[in-house]
């Protein structure tokens, strides 16, 4: 069964560090340029990282730029999004999702995990 399964959100003060992880199985991950994306309430979503599967390039939107880094790890068929010095704006839902380019659109997703950063 083809499967991207996000792990590692959570609740963490402003100022923290959360690190998700979008596992795949069903399929080798390192053949796919995968995105990190995301959805606050009542917002659309929106890009905030990927990683190309031709030479490992990566994308950060201006707004995460410097405070998330995306990478991978071909031998656990695992994507990671580190996450620092959260702000309370970065609550959202956070899906990983296949893309076939870096940037692009997601093609295939994964079900979300919730970051929340709040006092």
């Known amino acids: 069964q083809v499967q991207l399964v996000e792990s590692g959100g959570g609740l963490v003060q402003p100022g923290g560090s959360l690190r998700l992880s979008c596992a795949a199985s069903?399929?080798?991950?390192?053949?796919?340029?995968i995105g990190w994306f995301r959805q606050a309430p009542g917002k659309e979503r929106e890009g905030v990282s990927c990683?190309?599967?031709?030479?490992?390039?990566?994308y950060s939107a201006d707004s995460v730029k410097g405070r998330f880094t995306i990478s991978r790890d071909n031998a656990k068929n695992t994507v990671y999004l580190q996450m620092n010095s959260l702000k309370p704006e970065d609550t959202a839902v956070y899906y990983c999702?296949?893309?076939?380019?870096?940037?692009?659109?997601?093609?295939?997703w994964g079900k979300g995990t919730l970051v929340t950063v709040s006092s």
């Open positions: 999702a296949v893309t076939e380019i870096c940037p692009g659109p997601g093609l295939y």
């Open positions: 069903g399929f080798t991950l390192d053949y796919y340029a």
């Open positions: 990683i190309s599967s031709s030479d490992g390039s990566t």
